[in-house]
């Protein structure tokens, strides 16, 4: 399938992933049906989606329950995305400046 980045949201009940293939610059991102635990949750879907486009991008996970990117091996899991306002949890300090280091103003596709 062509494409840099391709994004399937998906009718499975899987645990949502991203796959990276950082020397061609492609990616794919699975989410899973909306459906299911813990995307049923308020808010949930939202950064589940921002998270996992994070990993597209080249962030790994931290250990901050308060960020968009906490993971595995610490115990942040997708529910605690729950909230009964609509928001997206933040990058850290260190993420932004990374990305900003992957994609410099001047940062194009290849
Ligand atoms: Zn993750």
């Given at each position: 399938?062509?494409?840099?980045?391709?994004?399937?949201?998906?009718?499975?009940?899987?645990?949502?992933?991203?796959?990276?293939?950082?020397?061609?610059?492609?990616?794919?991102?699975?989410?899973?049906?909306?459906?299911?635990?813990?995307?049923?949750?308020p808010n949930v879907a939202r950064?589940?989606?921002?998270?996992?486009?994070?990993?597209?991008?080249?962030?790994?996970?931290?250990?901050?329950?308060?960020?968009?990117?906490?993971?595995?091996?610490?115990?942040?899991?997708?529910?605690?995305?729950?909230?009964?306002?609509?928001?997206?949890?933040?990058?850290?300090?260190?993420?932004?400046?990374?990305?900003?280091?992957?994609?410099?103003?001047?940062?194009?596709?290849?």
């Open positions: 399938m062509p494409g840099d980045l391709i994004v399937a949201l998906s009718d499975g009940n899987f645990i949502s992933f991203a796959a990276r293939w950082p020397t061609s610059q492609k990616a794919l991102v699975g989410i899973k049906d909306f459906a299911f635990f813990p995307l049923t949750l950064n589940v989606i921002a998270h996992e486009l994070g990993h597209a991008i080249g962030l790994r996970h931290n250990s901050d329950p308060a960020a968009l990117m906490c993971g595995r091996p610490a115990p942040c899991r997708p529910d605690l995305f729950a909230s009964p306002t609509e928001k997206y949890f933040p990058l850290t300090a260190q993420e932004t400046a990374t990305l900003r280091t992957m994609y410099p103003a001047d940062w194009r596709p290849h």
